[in-house]
């Protein structure tokens, strides 16, 4: 997996019905995964991010798998799909399901073209103050660790590879919306940060974040 290859994991689960998926990107840095090079980031992945956000969920989301395929160079036809078999780690019921927790990612650039959000599904209603409509946003609360793990990368013990957490997205017809000020059209994640105001996700579908 030569470095600065770029790789898309989505993570697909379910929550009353409804399928529920949001989607990442990281960067290679430094090589040395072996030739299943997917299953080492979908692996690290595994490690370094998704407990933190199961940590959040209630017991009702249900997750279905890991996709996970390389975005750059062009995107390979090989998809690697890892099946999961995990449930939200919270005992307690969601909140509503168009409710989602919102984590920002912030580029180290301005303006709105130039960072992304995450809508987390299916929080569990014990991190949700009914008093203020707020979550609580106290130490106790797994929102701390979930943002830090957005804004990590993926790094294993006993692997040399490291990937970098970027936004990413691929030009149409040789142009951007927003024109990146890097000829990559990558942005590296300089920060997260969540917001503690439960967000309707309007016409997006459930969970559906870049």
């Given at each position: ?64 798998r890991l996709e ?43 303006g709105r073209g ?82 503690d105001i439960p ?12």
């Amino acid at each position: 997996m030569p470095v600065g290859d770029i790789f898309k994991v989505a993570t697909v689960a379910v929550l009353h019905g409804h399928e529920m998926v949001n989607t990442f990107h990281y960067r290679i840095l430094a090589d040395g995964a072996g030739p299943d090079n997917a299953a080492t980031v979908a692996s690290l992945f595994q490690v370094n991010v998704l407990p933190a956000i199961v940590a959040a969920q209630s017991n009702q989301v249900q997750y279905v798998r890991l996709e996970v395929q390389r975005q750059l160079p062009l995107p390979i036809s090989i998809r690697l799909d890892r099946t999961l078999a995990q449930t939200g780690g919270a005992s307690t019921p969601s909140v509503p399901d168009a409710v989602a927790l919102v984590i920002r990612r912030r580029s180290l650039y301005a303006g709105r073209g130039y960072r992304g959000r995450i809508f987390v599904g299916g929080i569990a209603q014990q991190y949700y103050n009914p008093a203020t409509g707020r979550f609580f946003t106290d130490p106790s609360t797994p929102f701390g660790p979930l943002t830090t793990a957005i804004a990590t990368g993926l790094y294993g013990a006993g692997t040399p590879l490291t990937a970098e957490p970027v936004l990413y997205r691929r030009a149409r017809n040789g142009t951007l919306k927003h024109p990146l000020p890097v000829a990559s059209q990558i942005l590296v994640i300089n920060t997260s940060a969540m917001d503690d105001i439960p967000r309707s996700q309007r016409r997006r579908q459930l969970d559906r974040g870049r």
